[in-house]
């Protein structure tokens, strides 16, 4: 495994989920960014629990194209936050939804079974690490 891999993985699992800025594009073409929380995979996919009739849904069924923004947010601490450009895809197959599942997403949705949520696939093309205090970056690409 690669050193920026590694990095990547051990940031993002710090707790449960982590939180990011998720860009995205309307139908018309135009910006959208709103927070979303996240989990990340071995393979480094990224998985985003949302309600199937929420606006970043229809986004991405029109343009799959998304970019993140996420790790450190603090800019007084030099540790490594991400920008992470990819290709999302909505999955609402039952065996993605319950591999995606945790406790905290029962406030949101009830259960796994629930038909109105849906994931957020995301499969990075390429993930820049950058540090607070440095201007050196790594990159990270499948």
Partial sequence: MSDVRQKILEILRQGDVFLAALATKTEEGAPWVRHVMGTIDDDIGIRIATSLHSRKVAHVRAHPEVHLVCGNTD???????????????????????????????AFFFESPENPDWCILRVRPDRITVHSMRSMETEVWSP
């Avoid at 800019?75 to 406790?103: L, M, N």
């Fill in 75 to 105: 800019p007084s601490v030099d540790a490594p936050f991400f920008q992470i450009e990819g290709r999302a895809e909505v999955c609402t197959e039952a065996e993605e939804k319950r591999a995606a599942w945790r406790e905290s997403l």
